[in-house]
């Protein structure tokens, strides 16, 4: 079974500065999707950013990146010029491919904290 | 586009009550689910649908019962309610034609007393 790992349950950065945050997962499979969700005090989970296994290209979306490295089975979120908007706990997620039933498996989240 | 709507918001039940989560997405989605957020667990499935008439268990089922008659809603039954379903639902849909990204409800923060 796959399994997804935040290592880090806390977070702080200054604003303006860059942060990164940790996800490892473990799985068989050679094609999948990789997942970055935000959730703010509201509780709504927003989608931040996405990478397909199959691209070795790193996805960026403005200021957020990630460092995708497939042999390593290593996802981390980079956020460059931190704002206090990005405070929230952060969610990595695994899924399956097409075909499969292709639920996502979140890690146990990372609680971003920015300092003013 | 509404995206996917939860109903209620908030609800507070007593030990042994039943009550049904509602969950309804505009989005011709075929893929469905519901998850629990409890505090330091992140989300944890608990049924999905990947089509009308078609559902499966997830990590966590025991206490709750799924349908998907039609191919907008995923409603979420807790039979016999207990204290430890206390916790956070989400219901969230998904499409090939989407990437695969999920998209999630606003939330239902269930408390069992």
């Known amino acids: 079974a796959q399994t997804v790992t935040q290592s880090q349950p806390e977070m702080s950065v200054q604003e303006a500065e860059t942060v990164t945050l940790s996800c490892t997962y473990d799985t068989s499979e050679s094609d999948y999707y990789l997942f970055w969700y935000k959730q703010p005090p509201s509780r709504q989970m927003i989608l931040v950013i996405r990478q397909e296994a199959y691209k070795q290209q790193n996805a960026t979306e403005n200021r957020f990146s990630v460092n995708f490295q497939k042999a390593a089975k290593s996802f981390s979120l980079k956020i460059s010029d931190s704002q206090l908007g990005d405070a929230a706990m952060y969610f990595c997620a695994y899924r399956s491919p097409p075909g499969s039933q292709g639920n996502l498996i979140f890690g146990k989240g990372t609680k971003l904290s920015v300092k003013p | 586009n509404a995206g996917v709507t939860q109903t209620p918001k908030f609800q507070v039940l007593k030990t042994g009550q039943s009550m049904t989560l509602q969950c309804a997405q505009d989005?011709?989605?075929?893929?469905m689910s519901w998850y629990r957020q409890d505090p330091g667990m992140g989300l944890r499935l608990i049924h999905y649908s990947v089509g009308a008439g078609i559902t499966d268990q997830g990590e966590v089922p025991n206490g709750y019962n799924v349908s998907r008659s039609t191919t907008e809603d995923f409603p979420l039954r807790l039979l016999s309610a207990a204290p430890s379903q206390t916790s956070v639902y989400f219901c969230a849909s998904s499409s090939p034609g989407d990437n695969y990204g999920y998209t999630f409800g606003s939330g239902t923060r269930l408390t069992v007393v």
């Open positions: 989005m011709n989605h075929e893929y």
